[in-house]
């Protein structure tokens, strides 16, 4: 069983950063694409921010496009989202999600972690 672990979240001012971070575990092979998605309050949709896949190409959202930097670790499996630069409408639940095959940047994921909570506000 393929279990994901986000950390990093918080509540930051407009202008700040943070760092969200996830972890794969139970993966007997490596995750081909490993993504973040966002789910801002009041919506159903969770959105996709940014994408990487394993031979390094990445995907980002519009909106975030020049703040935000999705990379892989070292350690096999783990993703992480630098997000600078950081404005109200970034607040949302943060959810880190993998695929075990290749596949679009927007095709089903087959892991999703929990979510963690990223709040900006003054």
Avoid: H
Avoid at 7 to 25: D, I, K, W
Avoid at 57 to 73: H, P
């Amino acid at each position: 069983q393929v279990r994901l672990v986000e950390s990093g979240g918080g509540l930051v001012q407009p202008g700040g950063s943070l760092r969200l971070s996830c972890a794969a575990s139970g993966s007997r092979f490596a995750l081909n694409t490993m993504a973040w998605f966002r789910q801002p309050p009041g919506k159903q949709r969770r959105e996709l921010v940014a994408g990487i896949i394993s031979g390094g190409s990445t995907n980002y959202a519009d909106s975030v496009k020049g703040r935000f930097t999705i990379s892989r670790g070292n350690a096999e499996n783990t993703v992480y989202l630098q997000m600078n630069n950081l404005k109200p409408d970034d607040t949302a639940v943060y959810y880190c999600a993998a695929r075990q095959l290749r596949g679009g940047f927007t095709a089903p994921y087959d892991y999703w972690g929990q979510g963690t909570q990223v709040s900006v506000s003054s």
